[in-house]
């Protein structure tokens, strides 16, 4: 496609649930970063791969949180036994070189939603 | 480690004001100074960014930002708003590190009446 899209749009769990939250990067980009925004708060950095590399996972709040590229385009944000503090919308943005190529634009996603009840 | 402080969190102008939105990061090293936008219901996208030169930048849609090293600040300003430039502002910056994540500030939402 033309831009970044992710999906679920938004997804509502129970608390304790597992979800899996989508990113389709564009074709091609080899950098992909997943973010959480909370309400009212700016995005905060939560991993980062570099192809199927998973370079960067400092921003990974605990352990329940997972992510995935196997095959170097799409990834997989997972967060497993999802509590009320998960709730936020969690941001994939993209960009075509790697992580050295600091001029590079970040093309952004829509978000998915989570919700946890 | 790297901040960025937006002060104002909501602001309300009437179309053909003006504009100055403040941002202050905290780093002393070498940065890189984002500002992004989010209209409603879309995603975000860069207005415009800085990386050397010039420290007054122009950005899409008549905004444009001036690097301060001095104050490390780098205000978003447009002369003139418009009803449609209703949105939410995020000034970020690199961190410097491996993987140039960005470290955004807490944003600003603008509400402009027509």
């Known amino acids: 496609g033309a831009g970044v899209s992710q999906s679920p749009r938004y997804k509502v769990a129970k608390r304790g649930q597992d979800v899996a939250l989508r990113c389709d990067p564009i074709?091609?980009?080899?950098?992909l970063f997943w973010y959480q925004q909370a309400l009212g708060q700016g995005p905060e950095f939560l991993t980062y791969f570099q192809n199927e590399a998973q370079l960067d996972k400092s921003g990974l709040p605990s352990d329940r949180f997972f992510a995935e590229r196997p095959e170097g385009s799409v990834s997989t944000l997972k967060i497993q036994r999802t509590q009320q503090e998960d709730s936020a919308v969690y941001l994939c943005?993209?960009?075509?070189?790697?992580?050295?190529?600091?001029?590079?634009?970040?093309?952004f996603g829509s978000g998915t939603q989570l919700s946890v009840l | 480690a790297q901040s960025v402080s937006q002060h104002n969190h909501h602001v309300i102008l009437s179309e053909a004001a003006s504009l100055e939105l403040g941002c202050n990061y905290s780093y002393g090293g070498t940065v890189n100074l984002f500002w992004y936008v989010q209209y409603p219901g879309q995603h975000l996208q860069l207005l415009l960014k800085?990386?050397?030169?010039?420290?007054l930048v122009k950005g899409i849609k008549g905004f444009e930002a001036e690097f301060i090293k001095s104050k490390f600040s780098f205000n978003l300003r447009k002369p003139s708003v418009q009803w449609s430039d209703t949105a939410e502002y995020f000034c970020a910056v690199n961190d410097g590190g491996a993987t140039n994540k960005l470290i955004f500030g807490t944003g600003t939402l603008l509400a402009v009446q027509p």
């Open positions: 800085y990386f050397s030169g010039d420290p």
């Open positions: 943005a993209s960009s075509l070189l790697g992580a050295g190529a600091i001029r590079e634009k970040l093309f």
């Open positions: 074709s091609g980009h080899v950098s």
